[in-house]
């Protein structure tokens, strides 16, 4: 049997199983209009391919426009893990939260990825935690692999509110 298909199914029991039980663990983020700026970095990934020679220091430069407690408008370039620029354009979907730890979803059209439509544009939703603290923050998203076409991982972006 696939090793690495038995650490994800373990992962993701050690993960969902807690939950399964825990009703206040989440609690709703109030969707009032709100008016944040935020400076966001290329991202850092870490890829459970490890084998592959992926680039890991995805460099670059994003936004995103905070216009309600739970959506945000993000855009944004960078160097991707097959070494190519990448350019992003989409939502951050997040209507829950685990303490101070926001929960949801990047849906986006991605490009730039070789293997992926030839480099041209795809539609994506990667799950997305965020987590600020007055004009700091840090986004992370969960990257699923497909095929050979997309290699997953664990991206870290950086963050500044401007206003």
């Not at 600020?132 to 290699?151: A, F, T």
């Amino acid at each position: 049997m696939n090793h690495k298909l038995i650490k994800a199914a373990l992962a993701a029991c050690c993960i969902v199983a807690p939950l399964a039980h825990a009703d206040d663990l989440f609690t709703k983020i109030d969707a009032a209009p709100k008016s944040e700026f935020w400076l966001d970095s290329g991202f850092a990934t870490y890829h459970f391919d490890r084998d592959k020679d992926l680039n890991g220091a995805n460099w670059g430069l994003g936004a995103e426009y905070r216009f309600s407690g739970t959506m945000a408008a993000t855009v944004g370039r960078f160097y991707n893990s097959d070494r190519d620029y990448s350019n992003y354009a989409g939502v951050i979907w997040q209507p829950y939260a685990i303490g101070p730890v926001r929960v949801g979803a990047a849906i986006a059209a991605f490009n730039g990825y070789p293997n992926m439509r030839d480099g041209g544009w795809f539609p994506a939703a990667i799950p997305t935690l965020t987590y600020e603290y007055q004009r700091v923050g840090v986004n992370v998203g969960i990257i699923p692999s497909y095929k050979d076409r997309l290699y997953g991982g664990i991206s870290v972006q950086l963050k500044i509110k401007l206003f």
